[in-house]
């Protein structure tokens, strides 16, 4: 399994990749890898990070698991392959940006154009087991996450956080709210977006700070 992870984040991320439990999680993941159809592929667990380089960081999106259908992950949180149809929290993502600032549904579920824009879509667990929801959680890589969370919290200032749902905002509990804007609402999935995800204006809110921060606004 050769998996990279971009330069700057690999610096920032170093104490993480030596400490112990990543040593016993990095088993787990090959072993699985070796055995079972894990998603996303080896080669793009580390996607989120890749795309978006520590310091082009503005907007953080925090999702649970990887989709663990066939073909759908690939590394971003809410977001899947080209060609594949809308999962249902995306549909309400698209359709809460359409009420919230008008951009209409793009013809694909494709977030890349956003991670290159400087938004880390980051899941708390980086694989899972195909048709397997939740199978690779309590391994270690929400400790990772957390770090990476944390690490961007201290060490920059000014960024937006995105938290939907109760699992969210439990892992993004301990962010300076002075520092940093914290948005936080309903999950967009279809169980609970009427209760507070259509009609929270996170996408202007985003970028109404950004600016006002001198930061360029992010295309949804």
């Known amino acids: 399994m050769n998996v990279q992870i971009e330069d700057s984040w690999k610096a920032h991320l170093q104490p993480e990749f030596d400490k112990d439990y990543f040593y016993t999680l990095?088993?787990?993941?090959?072993?699985?890898?070796?055995?079972?159809?894990?998603?996303?592929?080896?080669?793009?667990?580390?996607?989120?990070?890749?795309?978006?380089?520590?310091?082009?960081?503005?907007?953080?999106?925090?999702?649970?698991d990887p989709y663990h259908g066939p073909g759908q992950a690939h590394g971003l949180c809410f977001s899947v392959n080209d060609g594949v149809p809308f999962?249902?929290?995306?549909?309400?993502?698209?359709k809460?940006?359409?009420?919230?600032?008008?951009?209409?549904?793009?013809?694909?579920?494709?977030?890349?154009?956003?991670?290159?824009?400087?938004?880390?879509?980051l899941n708390a667990t980086l694989t899972v087991r195909a048709h397997q929801a939740g199978s690779h959680q309590n391994r270690?890589?929400?400790?990772?996450?957390?770090?990476?969370?944390?690490?961007?919290a201290e060490e920059r200032e000014h960024l937006v956080f995105i938290l939907w749902g109760a699992y969210a905002q439990r892992k993004g509990a301990f962010i300076d709210r002075n520092k940093h804007l914290v948005l936080t609402s309903a999950h967009p999935s279809p169980l609970s977006a009427y209760n507070g995800f259509f009609g929270n204006k996170h996408f202007s809110k985003t970028n109404e700070y950004l600016k006002a921060h001198g930061k360029e606004e992010i295309k949804w």
């Not at 999962?87 to 698209?94: D, H």
């Not at 919230?100 to 938004?119: C, F, H, K, M, S």
């Not at 270690?140 to 961007?152: C, K, P, S, V």
């Open 140 to 152: 270690g890589w929400e400790t990772f996450t957390d770090a990476a969370i944390r690490i961007l």
């Open 26 to 64: 990095t088993n787990f993941v090959r072993e699985e890898y070796g055995k079972y159809a894990i998603y996303p592929p080896g080669k793009l667990i580390f996607n989120a990070f890749n795309l978006c380089p520590f310091d082009k960081v503005k907007v953080v999106i925090i999702g649970q």
């Open 87 to 94: 999962p249902p929290s995306l549909v309400n993502i698209f």
């Open 96 to 121: 809460e940006i359409k009420a919230d600032i008008g951009t209409d549904a793009p013809p694909t579920g494709n977030l890349t154009r956003w991670a290159e824009q400087g938004v880390l879509l």
